[in-house]
């Protein structure tokens, strides 16, 4: 059974950071696209950030871009959302999700993603 657990959401100032993690299990995830999405009150899930199989890809939403650093570690089956310069409009649920139907590219719309984390809340106060 697949399973993905996000941490480290919390409240933060404008300004500073957060580093989300996303531990996965039930498969082996090496082989798979994983990315970060998050969806505020009232508005649509979006794509944050995505990255390879291998980790030598990413792809950010240009909202983020500078500003946030996905990465993986396959040995752990972990993936990390490294926030900073947050501010209060990256208010939003984190979800981590993961892509099992390819190795690259990393696709943008949630529709390619087939398992999904509860979420995270991140609140940034300005």
């Known amino acids: 059974q697949v399973q993905l657990v996000e941490s480290g959401g919390g409240l933060v100032q404008a300004g500073g950071s957060l580093r989300l993690s996303c531990a996965a299990s039930g498969r082996t995830f090496s082989t798979c696209v994983m990315g970060w999405f998050r969806q505020a009150p009232g508005k649509e899930r979006e794509f944050v950030a995505g990255?390879?199989?291998?980790?030598?890809?990413?792809n950010d939403a240009d909202s983020v871009k500078g500003r946030f650093t996905i990465s993986r570690d396959n040995a752990k089956n972990t993936v990390y959302l490294q926030m900073s310069s947050l501010k209060p409009e990256d208010t939003a649920v984190y979800y981590c999700?993961?892509?099992?139907?390819?190795?690259?590219?990393?696709?943008?719309?949630?529709?390619?993603?087939?398992?999904w984390g509860q979420g995270t809340q991140v609140t940034v106060s300005s």
């Open positions: 999700a993961v892509d099992t139907d390819r190795r690259w590219p990393i696709l943008v719309r949630a529709t390619a993603y087939n398992y």
């Open positions: 990255i390879s199989a291998s980790g030598g890809n990413t």
